[in-house]
């Protein structure tokens, strides 16, 4: 018999107690996903928020100002205090639709 589980301990609406310096750069992402900024934004916020999720740092260099620093407090955040169980649950929760609908990789023109 198959158990249903919960992987992530998260609150119901997607979002919810995550600080500022998390929202600012999910709310670009969710605006943008389907830009090739967006995809390469999503690809390093799935990353922070769990080890399946690999991105190039080196590609965010070639991001907009307003991106960058979205995602450098975002990173910054990740890195010191950390994300709890709860708020990589509520992350991934909205970048993972995201990730499934974002088609093909970003070009480099």
């Known amino acids: 018999m198959s ?3 919960q992987p992530y301990a998260v ?3 997607p979002g919810c107690d995550l600080p500022d310096d998390l929202k600012l750069a999910l709310q670009l992402v969710k605006k943008n996903a389907a830009s090739d900024e967006g995809k390469i934004a999503l690809q390093c916020l799935a990353s922070a928020a769990h080890p399946d999720y690999v991105c190039n740092l080196a590609m965010l260099a070639s ?3 307003a991106y960058r620093e979205a995602l450098r407090a975002f990173l910054n955040y990740c890195l010191s205090p950390g994300l709890s169980t709860a708020q990589q649950g509520a992350v991934l929760r909205i970048v993972e639709p995201l990730l499934a609908g974002a088609i093909g990789a970003p070009s480099f023109r």
């Open 11 to 13: 609150n119901n609406a």
């Open 3 to 5: 158990e249903s589980r």
């Open 63 to 65: 991001l907009p100002p």
